[in-house]
């Protein structure tokens, strides 16, 4: 059975505040995080089963539904918006991409460096953690 995450007297944010040991009849109190994954139901959950099942295919995705791209994409951003996780700028990276582009034709970095430049994007730079 799923935490409920709201009242159904209020429809207010529930909070997990104890936990027990079926086993040893161990009980813990406090207030508890709830991962916001398990807190997904029906298509929700059923898209992001499916999205990782497809390794986040997104086209592989639209064939699975049958339905369109766009449709795709803004149900992935609802579940971006329901996980509080931040949208990726893709703008920002086709704009990385083209730059690089310019470089290389303008001459000022080789092919070596392009590739390597194109595809480092999106990843944080070498030494960070």
Known sequence: MRIPERCPACVGH???TSLACPQCATRIEGTFHVCP???LEGDDRALLELFL???GNAKEVERMLGVSYP????RLDRLWSHLNLPLPDL????RTATEILAKLRDGTVGVAEAVALLRSRGRP?????
Do not use: F, K
């Open 14 to 16: 529930l909070q997990v």
């Open 37 to 39: 994954v398990c807190s």
């Open 53 to 55: 099942r497809v390794r």
């Open 71 to 74: 449709t795709v994409r803004a």
């Open 91 to 94: 703008e920002s990276a086709e």
């Open 125 to 129: 730079p070498a030494g960070s953690a």
